[in-house]
């Protein structure tokens, strides 16, 4: 069984409205030292084991479901776990 942490977030040439709005209320409530903000998502998916390859249905969710890989890119992390 596996443990897979995804995280999604917009490209680097999206524009993030809320990452901007964010990023205003962050200077004003004084925190003029942070210069940008992107808001992602994160995910946590518990994989059972099976013979399909682990990355190729882990790509296969992400493009087809979890993340819009037009505008957006993913990452993943990927942790063995006994089962309880």
């Known amino acids: 069984m596996f443990k897979v942490k995804v995280y999604v977030t917009l490209r680097?040439?999206?524009?993030?409205?809320?990452?901007?709005?964010?990023?205003?209320?962050?200077?004003?409530?004084?925190?003029?030292?942070v210069s940008d903000v992107r808001i992602g998502k994160y995910m946590e998916l518990t994989i059972e084991k099976s013979d399909r390859d682990l990355d190729e249905v882990i790509n296969e969710i992400c493009s087809k479901l979890l993340a819009n890989t037009v505008i957006e890119d993913y990452r993943y992390e990927v942790e063995e776990c006994v089962p309880q």
């Open 12 to 33: 680097e040439s999206v524009l993030d409205p809320q990452g901007k709005a964010v990023t205003h209320s962050l200077h004003s409530l004084n925190y003029p030292e």
